[in-house]
């Protein structure tokens, strides 16, 4: 899929990475993936769309405040911080 947003082939070994460590974490831990539904999904995308394109024009302070209210209230902070921390190292947020 990222690839028909226009990213470079050489680029999906990180977010490839980055699903293995998530998918060999939920395993470890025992937590059951639950089945998505599509409305499920698409409120997701619609809710990171509109995250999205909000942090686009925030003042860097702002940014920082809202990353880490949305850190904290996630379930699973640490392998979202681990996410976001191995998908900045290597310049792939701007995607």
Known sequence: MLTRYGVDMQLLEEPIHVLLIAFQAMKHCGHASP?????????CLRRLTATSKFSKGAPPHLFVQMFTQLSVDHPERYLLAFVYGHLGQHDLLCV
């Open 35 to 43: 089945t998505i539904s599509e409305d499920v999904h698409e409120t």
